[in-house]
């Protein structure tokens, strides 16, 4: 018994959090970081326009290089703690550089795609962004849990880079340039679905993180404005989430 009690302790001790955690450290960050701005926005296109080159030739290094040199997640954290801290400021801005960043991703795999259009008569990467399952709204969801630890724990590793990798944001925005060069539309609807999927989840385990290391709240300004986001936020996760369970 005695063995068991040690052991007990010991995973106690192991997955105790207290003293590991900084939420005023991952709110600096996470405000730090949601811009798309100077070198940023040349930086991601040049990202997207990698990974473009990857998908189009199949190779997974090419991809998995690209996701690590793009700046894609700063404004997905950032939309998770504005909903958290019920900081509508912070979501506002946040949604519009996501916007931003959207749109350099799109312009930049179009213009790769124009000047190289691509075959499909082969199969590639790139079919694989275009069917988006609950095994896609898990990864997000656990990759924007890993993701936000990252952010708030004290001691920074390399975590954050994984998840860069295991959401693969970048691949489903090329895609969905491809789509438009193509004239594909079920290819970029299915990409921007998946994109789409990715944002809402990692959203939403940022949100749920947020809340339960009792990051400091604002207050909204307007009581009926914070039920109507957290209304939409629950009405956008099942319209996202019921295709990719039937899918």
Not at 34 to 55: D, T, V
Not at 132 to 141: E, G, K, Q
Not at 156 to 165: C, L, P
Request: aromatic share 10%; glycine share 10%.
């Amino acid at each position: 018994m005695g063995i068991l009690k040690n052991i007990g302790v010991l995973f106690r001790s192991s997955i105790n959090l207290a003293g590991h955690i900084d939420t005023e450290s991952a709110e600096k960050n996470i405000r730090n970081n949601i811009y798309f701005r100077g070198p940023n926005a040349w930086i991601l296109a040049i990202a997207i326009i990698i990974a473009s080159i990857g998908l189009n030739v199949n190779s997974i290094p090419v991809v998995i290089g690209a996701m690590l040199i793009s700046p894609l997640m700063g404004p997905i954290f950032g939309l998770g703690l504005g909903l958290g801290i019920s900081d509508v400021e912070l979501m506002k801005s946040s949604g519009k550089n996501l916007l931003v960043m959207v749109i350099i991703s799109l312009t930049a795999s179009f213009l790769y795609f124009m000047i190289t259009p691509l075959s499909l008569s082969n199969p590639t990467e790139l079919l694989a962004r275009t069917n988006p399952t609950i095994y896609d709204v898990l990864i997000a969801l656990f990759g924007g849990f890993a993701g936000i630890l990252e952010q708030c724990r004290k001691d920074k590793g390399t975590v954050f880079s994984g998840v860069a990798i295991a959401t693969a944001l970048m691949p489903p925005l090329c895609t969905a340039g491809y789509g438009l060069a193509s004239g594909n539309m079920g290819c970029f609807i299915g990409a921007i679905y998946l994109f789409c999927i990715n944002c809402l989840f990692i959203t939403l385990a940022t949100y749920f993180l947020v809340r339960y290391f009792k990051f400091k709240k604002t207050e909204y300004a307007d009581k009926g404005f914070g039920i109507k986001t957290q209304r939409i936020t629950s009405l956008l996760i099942l319209i996202f989430l019921v295709p990719s369970v039937w899918s």
